[in-house]
């Protein structure tokens, strides 16, 4: 299981990163603003993103209606203290597909998760994406340019499946660090390059962009 976390309170959150790995969750994202929450729940597939009702830069709510409204798909658990029965109304009108109030059990919300996740979403990324004379497969994690097929290592794997998912977009290193290492891992800028460099080796094409001093792109 896959989950998307957008909880502001750093305690909270660091606990309950803790207390879903405990329980089987390996999976996680934490996010602590709104607008996170929503660029991250639009470039990745998730089982189960969790939203805060209160969140800086962007609510929980206009979150949530701002992904459907976008033709999001995936569940969506919203975490509020606001136990009032408008409150709840509010929170499933715009677009949550269920509720759980402060203060839970963690047993409850890992409960709330699966029975979410067991629902059928479909996810927003196609299983295999062409770019520039390449496939990529997303399934089996393989990149093929006709029916030669290029190894990527998981890390080149995301980097590259992460500037394809934003084509014309330029993605800052500072994103690329986040998403495919973790806003926690000790990794440095270099890394990133490096990586780039290997990537554009194997791919034997300027299909990578270089945009100085902000990150890489693809071209559509």
């Known amino acids: 299981m896959k989950i998307l976390l957008a909880e502001d309170d750093l305690h909270l959150g660091e606990l309950i990163v803790h207390l879903l790995k405990k329980k089987g969750i390996?999976?996680?994202?934490?996010?602590?603003?709104?607008?996170?929450?929503y660029d991250y729940a639009l470039a990745e597939f998730?089982?189960?993103?969790?939203?805060?009702?209160?969140?800086?830069?962007?609510d929980g709510v206009d979150i949530c209606r701002r992904l459907r409204q976008n033709g999001y798909t995936g569940a969506i658990l919203m975490l509020t203290a606001k136990d009032a029965v408008h409150d709840r109304v509010t929170g499933l009108e715009a677009g949550a597909d269920d509720y759980?109030?402060?203060?839970?059990?963690?047993?409850?919300?890992?409960?709330?998760?699966?029975?979410?996740?067991?629902?059928t979403f479909v996810p927003l990324q196609e299983e295999k994406v062409a770019f520039h004379g390449f496939t990529l497969n997303r399934t089996s994690h393989t990149l093929h340019r006709g029916d030669e097929e290029i190894f990527l290592t998981p890390r080149e794997f995301q980097l590259l499946d992460l500037l394809v998912q934003n084509q014309g977009q330029v993605v800052p290193r500072e994103t690329i660090l986040d998403r495919v290492w973790?806003?926690?891992?000790?990794?440095?800028?270099?890394?990133?390059?490096?990586?780039?460099?290997?990537?554009r080796k194997k791919l034997k094409d300027d299909v990578i962009q270089t945009v100085r001093g902000v990150g890489y792109k693809i071209e559509k």
Do not use: C
Request: no cysteine; proline share 3%.
């Open 26 to 37: 390996d999976h996680i994202d934490w996010v602590q603003e709104g607008e996170d929450a």
């Open 46 to 58: 998730y089982d189960v993103v969790v939203l805060d009702w209160m969140l800086p830069n962007g």
């Open 100 to 119: 759980l109030v402060k203060p839970f059990e963690i047993d409850e919300l890992v409960a709330r998760l699966k029975a979410l996740a067991r629902r």
């Open 182 to 199: 973790g806003w926690d891992a000790d990794v440095s800028m270099k890394t990133i390059d490096a990586t780039i460099k290997l990537l």
